[in-house]
C-alpha cells in the first residue's frame, strides 16, 4: 500500500495543473480516434466504422480527414450515434476522379448551419451522405482520420433512440453554449472504429483497428464551421499530452518480398501538423523532414552490409548506416520494402533489402526527449521517441489469390506503464 501511495503522489506531480490524462486505451475506446491510413487511388475502396460503446446515452462526434502532406483538412462532418450504434461510411473515388463519403446510415446527417454561431440549424437534418456532394476539397489518393467525441447526449434513452433527437438535441445544446459548456464529464472514453481498405480488382481486403486515446476530453461544441487539428486545442488536454500517449521508438517492420510478395509501411505523424506550422508539437524534429534510418535483417538474423566473417547470427548485431539519412516529409509516408536495388540507396519511400527476401527492417525514427507528462501511468517524461503511428501491411499473391494482413508495427516503449 506503500508503495502504490508513492507512486500516485509521484504521479500527481508529474500531471500537476494539467486537467486531462490523455492516455493511449489498450482497450481500444477512447474519446479520440486516429486512423493512420485511408486508401482511395488504385481501385481501392475504404470502409469506416465508429461504435458508441455506451449503453445507455448517445453520443455525437465529428471525423475529419487530413490530407497526407500538410494535414489540411479535406473534409469533415458529424456523425449522431445512438446508444451501441455503429456508424459505417464508405470513402470511394467518384467518376469524375473526386475523392466522396458514401453512406446510407442513418447517423450520417447533413444539416444546414447558423451563419451566427455555426451549430446546426435544429429542424435540417437529413439522413445519408451523397459522394458527389460529401467529397474532398482535393481529391487525395491516401489520407488519414481523426473522429473528435464532441459530446454525449445524455437523457434520451437506450437505444432505440431517433436521431432526429439526438441532432435537435445537439443543436439545442450547441445554440446555447454559454449556458451548457462541454465539461470532461460530457465526454465519455466509448468510441471505438476500424479501417478496412478493400480493392474488388483482385478481391483484397485489409482491417485495422483504429487507435484509440481517451480522456482527451474536447470542450466545444464542434461543427463544420470549426477547424478540428490536434494544433489548435479544442480540448482540455494538451497536444503536448497526446504526443505523450503516442511517444514510442524502435519499430519493428516484418518483411516478406520475395516472388508473389510485396510489403508496406507506413508513418503517421498525427500531430504534426506543418498546415498550422507545427504549433505547440514537443517533438523538435517537426515541422521539417523527419530522418529515419532501417536496419534489414534476415530470419537468420544476420544484418544486410554485414559482410566480415563470421557474420552475424546472434543478436545484437551492428547496425549498418547509410551515408545520407532518408527522410520523412509527409504527415502521412507510405514506404515500399522492396527487394533487389541497393540498401545505401534506401529513401523515405523504399527501402531496398538487396538479397533478403524475408525477415525483419528495425525502422528508427529521429527521437526527442519527452518534456511532457500525459498521464502518470502512461507518460514518457524524460524517455526519448517520437509522436507516430507506424502499421506495416504483407500481401501475398503468390497462390493467384492475394492475401493480406495489415497490423501496427511493433514499438518500444519507455514509459512507466507501457
Known amino acids: 500500500m506503500l508503495k502504490k501511495s508513492i507512486a500516485a503522489a509521484v504521479g500527481a506531480m508529474l500531471v500537476a495543473g494539467s486537467a486531462s490524462a490523455v492516455e493511449w486505451s489498450p482497450g481500444g475506446k477512447g ?15 475504404t470502409e469506416m466504422k465508429v461504435i458508441n460503446n455506451s449503453a445507455t446515452d448517445s453520443a455525437v462526434a465529428k471525423v475529419v480527414f487530413h490530407g497526407p502532406g500538410i494535414s489540411e483538412e479535406v473534409l469533415d462532418f458529424l ?22 463519403v458514401s453512406s446510407a446510415d442513418p447517423s450520417s446527417v447533413r444539416f444546414q448551419v447558423s451563419n451566427t454561431n455555426g451549430c446546426p440549424v435544429a429542424g435540417t437534418n437529413t439522413s445519408g451522405f451523397d459522394p458527389a456532394v460529401a467529397k474532398f476539397t482535393t481529391p487525395h489518393p491516401i489520407v488519414y482520420a481523426n473522429i473528435f467525441q464532441s459530446r454525449m447526449i445524455r437523457g434520451l434513452g437506450a437505444a432505440p433512440v431517433a436521431k432526429s433527437a439526438i441532432f435537435a438535441r445537439y443543436a439545442e445544446l450547441c445554440a446555447n453554449a454559454a449556458n451548457n459548456p462541454i465539461t470532461a464529464n460530457d465526454t465519455d472514453n466509448v468510441l471505438s472504429g476500424t479501417v478496412t481498405m478493400a480493392n474488388p480488382l483482385n478481391g483484397n481486403k485489409l ?8 480522456n482527451y476530453d474536447n470542450r466545444f461544441y464542434l461543427t463544420p464551421a470549426f477547424f478540428t487539428g490536434l494544433a489548435t486545442n479544442p480540448a482540455f488536454s494538451t497536444k503536448q499530452q497526446v504526443e505523450d500517449a503516442l511517444w514510442s521508438s524502435n519499430f519493428t517492420l516484418p518483411f516478406s518480398n520475395g516472388a508473389g510478395n510485396l510489403t508496406y509501411a507506413t508513418v503517421t505523424f498525427p500531430t504534426k501538423e506543418t498546415f498550422n506550422n507545427s504549433l505547440n508539437s514537443q517533438y523538435a ?21 554485414v559482410t566480415e566473417a563470421p557474420r552475424c547470427s546472434f543478436s545484437p548485431c551492428p547496425v549498418l548506416t547509410q551515408p545520407t539519412a532518408p527522410r520523412l516529409p509527409n504527415e502521412l509516408n507510405v514506404i515500399a ?24 527492417v528495425n525502422l528508427g525514427i529521429a527521437t ?3 518534456d511532457t507528462a500525459g498521464n502518470a501511468r502512461w507518460n514518457n517524461l524524460g524517455a526519448a521517441g517520437s509522436p507516430a503511428l507506424v502499421t506495416y501491411i504483407n500481401w501475398d499473391f503468390a497462390s493467384g489469390s492475394l492475401q493480406g494482413t495489415w497490423q501496427y508495427a511493433p514499438k518500444s516503449y519507455s514509459g512507466v506503464g507501457n
Open 79 to 100: 456523425i449522431f450515434l445512438s446508444p451501441g450504434d455503429v456508424w459505417t461510411g464508405t470513402v470511394v473515388r467518384n467518376a469524375d476522379g473526386s475523392v466522396g
Open 207 to 214: 482491417t485495422l483497428a483504429m487507435t484509440a486515446l481517451a
Open 31 to 45: 474519446d479520440l480516434l486516429m486512423a493512420p491510413l485511408v486508401m482511395t487511388g488504385g481501385g481501392w475502396s
Open 368 to 370: 526527442d526527449v519527452s
Open 337 to 360: 520494402i522492396a527487394s533487389g536495388g541497393v540498401f545505401g540507396d534506401s529513401t523515405g519511400s523504399q527501402i531496398n533489402t538487396q538479397t533478403f527476401t524475408k525477415g525483419w
Open 285 to 305: 524534429p517537426f515541422p521539417g523532414p523527419v530522418p529515419v534510418s532501417f536496419a534489414v535483417r534476415n530470419e537468420e538474423e544476420e544484418i544486410l552490409g
